[in-house]
């Protein structure tokens, strides 16, 4: 049996971040989480690493998801990122080219599929 897939989502609200986590679960993805790009810095740290790490872009305590998007690169150089928005693309800061784009509102289908297909350019 393959080992799970292991996804670090990073989402400042706590009732979608505990909702989409906990679904997430449910498909079988190993799920952490994180409230802030600080915090998901500091899970990154943590032995074993993740497969994605998907952002909201508007992040609370000074750091977007494209800033940490970048220190995914760094830290996790084989680790998906995928960002997602509110915002249409066209109002979005210019986004790296190995980050992934989901806007919202999203379907949670949307995001499994998404999380488990091999990699897709921008």
């Known amino acids: ?3 799970p897939l292991r996804v ?4 400042d609200q706590q009732d979608l971040r505990e909702l989409i986590g906990q679904a997430l679960q449910d498909f079988g993805i190993e799920i952490h989480t994180a409230d802030d790009g600080p915090a998901a810095l500091r899970l ?3 032995p074993g690493g993740f497969d994605v790490v998907f952002s909201d872009i508007s992040m609370p305590n000074g750091m977007s ?4 998007s970048e220190h995914v690169a760094d830290v996790l150089p084989k680790a998906r990122i995928i960002l997602a928005s509110g ?3 066209s109002q979005l800061p210019p986004l790296p080219e190995h980050v992934e784009f989901l806007p ?3 379907r949670l289908r949307q995001l499994v599929t ?3 297909s091999p990699v897709t350019p921008c």
């Open 44 to 46: 990154m740290q943590d």
């Open 87 to 89: 915002y249409a693309r």
């Open 114 to 116: 998404l999380l488990q």
């Open 8 to 11: 670090l989502m990073v989402e």
């Open 65 to 68: 998801g494209v800033e940490l």
């Open 1 to 3: 049996m393959s080992e």
């Open 104 to 106: 919202k509102p999203y």
